[in-house]
């Protein structure tokens, strides 16, 4: 019996370890304080540059070129050029980065949540 009671723990410890695997090199992928407000919103919209940068509040015009970069380069944003005049450049959503719709949902959904229970524990 012991036997098969180690069988399971190794079995649960592998699969505990490839998900964790997997969760750190989604965590890398997604690093930082602006990653998931941009994705969010481009979620919703295509958008451009500067109206990425007017909707999210405290980041700068640096900032967000690093991380449309890293993000382009990740395959989660592509950058579309505009024909019109003046030149316009806009950052929607790869194929790819639609995959990641559900994630943003279920984070605003829990941050919804956590907004109530903590104005509840406060009154």
Do not use: F
């Amino acid at each position: 019996m012991r036997e098969d009671k180690e069988a399971t723990d190794i079995i649960l410890t592998d699969d505990c370890a490839r998900k964790l695997r997997a969760m750190d090199d989604a965590m890398y992928i997604l690093n930082g304080k602006w990653k998931i407000p941009i994705l969010a919103r481009l979620c919703y919209k295509p958008m451009r540059y500067s109206e990425l940068l007017k909707d999210i509040r405290g980041i700068s015009g640096k900032m967000l070129s690093t991380e449309l970069r890293e993000l382009k380069a990740n395959g989660l944003i592509k950058r579309e050029v505009l024909v019109a005049r003046p030149l316009r450049v806009r950052y929607a959503l790869s194929e790819y980065g639609h995959t990641l719709k559900q994630l943003t949902d279920n984070i605003s959904d829990w941050g919804l949540q956590h907004r109530h229970k903590i104005i509840q524990s406060l009154k």
